[in-house]
């Protein structure tokens, strides 16, 4: 047995209360060393005369691990406990003291693991209606242009080419014009990328975090906008840039002109006096000098910031926030945050753009997700690229999930694509079915989807800044198969409960294609794809005398238990067992 190879640690994403009567325990092993693992818990208090035995489940494995999971009821709210492994007819003990021949009842006390006491105010609560919702993903400048009148200077023929610095007009209004497209495609969650004022088209330099962008429109635009959404059961989360300000911050020009005599000073992060550009000589975003960095373990920093977050929830309703370059904030200021925002509304929704493994973000204390960009990694490599087969991204995908918590998975933020990466359908040189399996697997996996404008009528697009073009309003240039395949996979999944919040399971199909059931209560639903040029025969057991197509809508009446199904080129299925 690779000893080595052995994991847990209670209190993380190995132990942890889903809710206050359940705990959820995972244990690390070498992929095929572990022929049966048994979980003996009880309360500390009687452990030594009180136990109980569970069979851990081997729930997934990875490239180079195995999990196996259990969920347990703590007696009297606490839990203590220890790991029966079995490996090559032999039996071993895990506890806090590592892998061991025995275990001596006299001082098992000593050594077992413990998750002490499940207090409610501990417990990791997501926000519900997370769980239920489709986001689409909207950079504001490039979405709709509503009013003329507040264009940009220079602003260009909406269409052309977009570069770094050039503008189309696009403003809140043109996003309040085209709700109504919104909820036809059946989304009820948006995500803006920064609306306050800047100084470039993305808005992630703020020069004002109390204004609206006047070539956007005004804070009475923004409450209609949101109230409007509202009305149609659209949530609507913003963008927070906190972990920097834009040069022409109000506070850091006070810098600029006064140096140390500033009261903003210990504001920024300033190495050097006086100020010098190239490169700055205080700290920056991505050394971007018109991007300085905010100090916030600076009280007054800290207090403005958490009066803005505050502001806009009770100012314009809000649903929450999406934090820019979060991983470089301290954990302190997020903890406060935190704190502020489910004060002012208790559902809010915060998520956090972090490119890796989040799990010190994602406890509890701090954030409810992050961007799932692994989850959009191993999409691109298995649809896109074809750089993984089918039991490859099985693997990826069970190695993020295991990453984090289940109430995490649930409202992880999972893109195949966004504006700070080139277009999925760019990715698969054009090929429109890779794109659709892609979509469709995002769509019918645990955690909640986003669609990043656009995507949905096939735009196409490199990296920034050419991810970053105009939304296309003529449909005779749509690709409308495409749409109406989003409205329809978008359906179902708000139709089917399983498909948002049920539990996921992979199943072995030994034909390089990939399948999984959603289930939840009475529904049972059996997704299939075939990542290939060939086409691929697949049979399953039903327990009935029938299933129903999902995308034909239609029952398909079976001679015999065994289920045989072909998948064409590239193909998707589903099917409610």
């Not at 007696?75 to 021949?101: A, D, H, I, M, Q």
């Not at 149609?232 to 506070?251: E, M, Q, S, W």
């Not at 971007?288 to 920093?301: A, D, R």
């Not at 700070?420 to 019918?444: M, P, W, Y």
Request: proline share 3%; glycine share 6%.
């Amino acid at each position: 047995m690779n000893l080595h190879a052995i994991y847990h640690r209670q209190k993380s994403n190995y132990c942890y209360a889903y809710k206050k009567d359940e705990i959820h325990i995972r244990i690390r092993a070498a992929k095929g060393d572990l022929s049966k693992v048994v979980l003996v818990y009880g309360d500390k208090y009687e452990l030594h005369k009180k136990t109980k035995e569970l069979e851990m489940k081997l729930a997934c494995s990875d490239k180079d691990f195995d999990y196996f999971t259990a969920i347990v009821n703590p007696p009297n709210n606490r839990l203590s406990y220890y790991f029966v492994l079995e490996s090559n007819n032999k039996k071993y003990f895990y506890t806090e003291w590592g892998v061991l021949n025995e275990v001596l009842e006299d001082e098992i006390h000593l050594h077992f693991f413990n998750y002490p006491y499940a207090h409610e105010i501990d417990i990791h609560k997501v926000p519900e209606w997370v769980k239920d919702s489709i986001f689409y993903q909207i950079f504001p400048e490039r979405f709709n242009n509503g009013d003329k009148s507040i264009d940009p200077e220079g602003v260009e023929e909406w269409g052309g080419v977009p570069q770094r610095h050039n503008y189309f007009g696009g403003d809140l209004k043109g996003i309040m014009e085209k709700l109504i497209y919104l909820e036809e495609l059946g989304v009820n969650a948006i995500y803006f990328t920064p609306i306050f004022e800047a100084n470039t088209n993305h808005k992630y330099d703020t020069t004002d975090y109390m204004k609206i962008d006047p070539h956007f429109g005004d804070k009475e635009i923004l409450k209609e906008l949101v109230k409007e959404a509202h009305k149609r059961g659209i949530k609507v989360i913003l963008d927070a840039v906190f972990n920097h300000c834009g040069y022409l911050f109000t506070p850091f020009q006070d810098v600029v002109k006064r140096g140390e005599d500033s009261p903003y000073y210990n504001w920024f992060h300033i190495n050097k006096w006086p100020l010098e550009k190239n490169p700055p000589s205080y700290e920056a975003f991505a050394f971007e000098y018109h991007m300085p960095k905010l100090n916030t373990q600076n009280p007054e920093v800290k207090e403005y910031i958490l009066n803005v977050a505050k502001y806009w929830i009770e100012e314009a309703d809000i649903d929450g926030w999406r934090l820019d370059v979060a991983n470089e904030v301290d954990h302190e200021f997020w903890r406060e945050f935190r704190k502020v925002v489910k004060e002012a509304k208790a559902d809010a929704y915060i998520v956090g753009e972090i490119w890796h493994n989040s799990l010190p973000w994602l406890m509890g204390d701090q954030f409810d997700s992050t961007m799932n960009y692994p989850f959009t990694g191993a999409c691109m490599q298995y649809f896109a690229y074809n750089n993984a087969n089918h039991k490859e991204f099985t693997e990826l995908i069970n190695n993020t999930m295991m990453r984090y918590t289940r109430q995490v998975n649930e409202v992880m933020f999972n893109m195949v694509d966004s504006h700070d990466t080139s277009r999925f359908l760019n990715k698969c040189g054009g090929d429109i079915r890779k794109l659709r399996l892609a979509v469709a697997f995002t769509l019918t996996y645990v955690g909640t989807p986003c669609i990043y404008y656009g995507t949905e009528i096939g735009m196409d697009g490199g990296e920034d800044p050419d991810c970053r073009r105009t939304m296309e309003w003529d449909r005779s240039k749509w690709n409308i198969e495409l749409f109406d395949f989003f409205k329809a996979l978008i359906q179902l999944r708000k139709e089917y409960k399983a498909l948002r919040r049920g539990s996921f399971e992979w199943i072995e199909t030994n034909n390089d294609v990939i399948g999984y059931i959603r289930e939840m209560e009475e529904e049972r639903i059996l997704v299939l794809m075939n990542n290939n040029e060939a086409e691929k025969n697949i049979s399953f057991i039903i327990n009935g005398e029938s299933y129903f197509d999902l995308l034909e809508n239609k029952e398909i009446k079976l001679d015999s238990s065994e289920a045989e199904i072909n998948l064409g080129s590239y193909e998707f299925k589903m099917f409610s067992l």
